[in-house]
């Protein structure tokens, strides 16, 4: 799409003012077509997420956070869940998907950095999900208006890129070209 400089802005301008992005795409982004999906089209088919709680003990319920069996059931989990497999397919792949935002790193022109996680206090709470459930997300410039569990959809191109956290590991990242708030 080719506009004028004067089109350009008036463009630009009525993106802002109508409210409902909270990016306004490059002319590049805005002739991307991102395919809606959902977190499950990050899982391989087969991979079971539960398949190592399965073989917990029946007094689970009844141990206590400090105690050594349930410290060393939950390292297990973790290490199985941050080594989560990926969908080597969606590498490149121009997307859309639906989560909850759990802010990185915020700069002067807003937040630069965060994960898209799947459900509402993911990653909050422990334990995070598998790291094939979060989303690395980097926006530049920064998004002011974006606060932890902001329910949004972004838009952009999906990376395998494993790396980890304070709030968990991450199987995926993205560039974000665009954010719009759910309703």
């Not at 899982?43 to 073989?55: F, H, N, Q, V």
């Not at 956070?65 to 989990?77: G, Q």
């Not at 969606?90 to 937040?111: C, F, H, I, K």
Request: proline fraction near 9%.
């Amino acid at each position: 799409m080719h506009l004028p400089c004067l089109a350009r802005r008036q463009w630009l301008g009525a993106c802002l003012s109508a409210g409902t992005w909270l990016a306004v795409p490059s002319l590049a982004a805005a002739a991307t077509v991102y395919r809606s999906i959902g977190w499950m089209d990050l899982m391989p088919r087969g991979w079971d997420p539960t398949l190592g709680l399965k073989e917990l003990p029946p007094e689970l319920d009844s141990l206590q956070d400090t105690d050594p069996r349930a410290r060393e059931l939950l390292a297990r989990l973790r290490a199985a869940w941050d080594n989560a497999p990926v969908v080597a397919a969606m590498a490149g792949a121009d997307v859309r998907l639906p989560g909850y935002v759990v802010p990185l790193e915020a700069g002067d022109q807003g937040l630069r950095e965060f994960l898209l996680v799947p459900y509402f206090g993911a990653c909050i709470h422990s334990p995070p999900p598998p790291s094939n459930q979060i989303l690395l997300c980097r926006a530049e410039p920064g998004h002011k208006g974006l606060r932890a569990m902001d329910a949004v959809w972004v838009s952009g191109r999906l990376q395998i890129e494993r790396s980890a956290s304070e709030m968990g590991a991450v199987a995926y990242a993205m560039r974000v070209a665009r954010i719009d708030r759910q309703p």
